[in-house]
Nanobody, 126 residues
Framework: EVQLVESGGGSVQAGGSLRLSCTAS????????MGWYRQAGGNECELVSM???????WYEDSVKGRFTISRGYAKNTMNLQMNSLEPDDTGVYYC????????????????????WGQGTQVTVSS
């Protein structure tokens, strides 16, 4: 069984940086897209950034130029470098993996969507 484990959340002041990591164990995810969803205020999960199995990247408009997504050599790791953080970046960040990670808004942890991590809290104070 494949599991996604996240790390790297925390609390920072506006303008600070955090790096989120996601590691998959149990099987290779070379043929999966991987990405990060954010849940703010108990709402649905919104896609923040994703990297395809082929290496293509996508960013939500508000994080362009501030966030950088990358995958490890074995493609079983994924990182999100978050710079110039803003209070609106606050939320629970979920690592996700699926054959097609193109849905912008999804119910968090929806079991038939793909693989999910447990979530990591990011809090940015002004």
């Amino acid at each position: 069984e494949v599991q996604l484990v996240e790390s790297g959340g925390g609390s920072v002041q506006a303008g600070g940086s955090l790096r989120l990591s996601c590691t998959a164990s149990g099987s290779s995810l070379d043929d999966h897209d991987m990405g990060w969803y954010r849940q703010a205020g108990g709402n649905e999960c919104e896609l923040v950034s994703m990297i395809s199995a082929g290496g293509g990247t996508w960013y939500e408009d508000s994080v362009k130029g501030r966030f950088t997504i990358s995958r490890g050599y074995a493609k079983n790791t994924m990182n999100l470098q978050m710079n110039s953080l803003e209070p609106d970046d606050t939320g629970v960040y979920y690592c996700a993996a699926a054959f097609d990670l193109s849905i912008a808004t999804v119910t968090c942890l929806r079991p038939d969507f793909g693989l999910w991590g447990q979530g990591t809290q990011v809090t940015v104070s002004s």
